[in-house]
């Protein structure tokens, strides 16, 4: 999946620069936070071009608003954004119009997901309505950090439960009649850690570490224990070696 920044609502301005900066930067938080780990399904943003001498709020630019973020990782990572991406702009492709204005990018959106600058009370749902070749189509969007949870599992979050009752730290744990329970030597955080980077493989998320293989099971909507997996089939094995060839 590619996230595509919605360049239509920069064509929307703010009251006032406060209320611009505020929201610039719950954007720059969506964008950072879909560039993590932990979203797995998203492999790149992509955008336009998005032309930062553009009013965001009355006499006030865009590239204003960039330069009075506190910190250069902020300024740089969102003038990389809207200057330095990879654009769609010069291929041939279908317009996308959101309520009357258009886009170049947008109608890449579709099976995919927009990031949105919350710059009009259209960009606030987690579906945002568009035309593409006279029809209409949906598309998802982000643009608070509620709409990540709505589609948390379209994003590929995953996030590590421990059963320390089934899979013990130390042994392999005998449970129910005729039953072991592999051991779990990760703690925590280093099992969420390689739960973001697993493999799915066979319907299971699979993935290597300290030379040692290991399994995810989905227990219930983005939840997961793991568990050691020595008996892994030799075929599933070939592939993390490869994925996890420094691990």
């Known amino acids: 999946m590619i996230a595509v920044i919605n360049d239509v609502s920069f064509q929307y301005t703010f009251a006032t620069k406060e209320l611009a900066m505020e929201y610039m930067h719950k954007f720059l938080d969506i964008c950072k936070r879909i560039k993590r780990e932990e979203v797995t399904n998203v492999h790149e943003i992509k955008t336009g071009v998005i032309d930062t001498q553009m009013e965001i709020s009355p006499d006030f630019k865009l590239i204003q608003l960039l330069q009075n973020f506190q910190t250069r990782e902020e300024r740089t990572f969102l003038l990389g954004l809207f200057t330095n991406q990879g654009t769609y702009q010069f291929e041939k492709g279908n317009l996308c119009r959101i309520a009357e204005k258009e886009s170049l990018v947008c109608a890449y959106a579709i099976d995919n997901i927009l ?6 009370m ?19 969007n982000l643009s608070k950090e509620e709409h990540i949870n709505h589609y948390r599992k379209e994003l590929g979050i995953r996030r590590y439960i421990a059963n320390d009752t089934k899979h013990k730290s130390d042994r392999e744990n005998p449970y129910g009649k005729g039953k072991v329970g592999s051991r779990m030597d990760l703690c925590d955080e280093e099992a969420q850690e390689l739960l973001n980077r697993a ?3 066979k ?16 227990e219930r909507d983005i939840d997961y224990h793991g568990y050691r997996a020595d008996d892994v089939g030799e075929d599933i094995k070939s592939q993390l070696d490869k994925e996890f060839a420094r691990e």
């Open 203 to 218: 319907g299971r998320l699979y993935a290597k570490k300290n030379g040692c293989y290991y399994a995810f099971q989905n």
């Open 199 to 201: 493999l799915l493989i």
């Open 115 to 120: 990031v949105s600058l919350l710059s009009d």
């Open 122 to 140: 259209l960009f606030d749902e987690p579906v945002i309505m568009g035309i593409v070749a006279d029809e209409e189509v949906s598309l998802r």
